[in-house]
């Protein structure tokens, strides 16, 4: 249970440097086949999709991090659920502003490449500007 967690942190700070760097199917490959990205403007789904929609939407500049902290896992066998706070920063004229921050709420799946999201939903508590290219 304590492998399995640790493998779950390590798999929700990929995600944010994953983002970070711009390796959208990188970031992807962490998704289920069947794994879902839902966000409050755009849902994507598969690998495909989330990488295709990550890479039109997230321009290099300005550049930002993501933060994930205060995670809650629940492991039962081969699946978990997981609640994480998040915070983005983007970069500023003067230093970094923030973004936006809410909730990550996430459904996991173990498979034999270790765990992946099934399902990855970003639910924002404040917003302010993005800085991404949304429809």
């Not at 066998?77 to 983007?90: E, H, K, P």
């Amino acid at each position: 249970m304590l492998e399995d967690k640790d493998a779950i942190r390590e798999l929700l700070h990929r995600y944010c440097f994953c983002m970070d760097e711009g390796r959208f199917a990188e970031l992807a490959a962490l998704f289920a086949e069947d794994g879902e990205w839902i966000a409050p403007y755009r849902s994507a789904n598969g690998p495909t999709d989330i990488a295709a929609w990550l890479q039109q939407s997230v321009p290099p500049q300005p550049r930002r991090m993501h933060y994930v902290m205060n995670s809650i896992i629940d492991c039962d066998g081969a699946r978990a659920t997981v609640r994480s706070n998040y915070l983005v920063m983007v970069e500023g004229p003067d230093g970094p502003i923030p973004s936006v921050c809410g909730v990550y709420d996430d459904l996991l799946v173990k498979q034999p490449g270790g765990w992946r999201f099934q399902r990855r939903r970003l639910i924002h508590a404040f917003k302010g500007d993005m800085a991404l290219r949304l429809p």
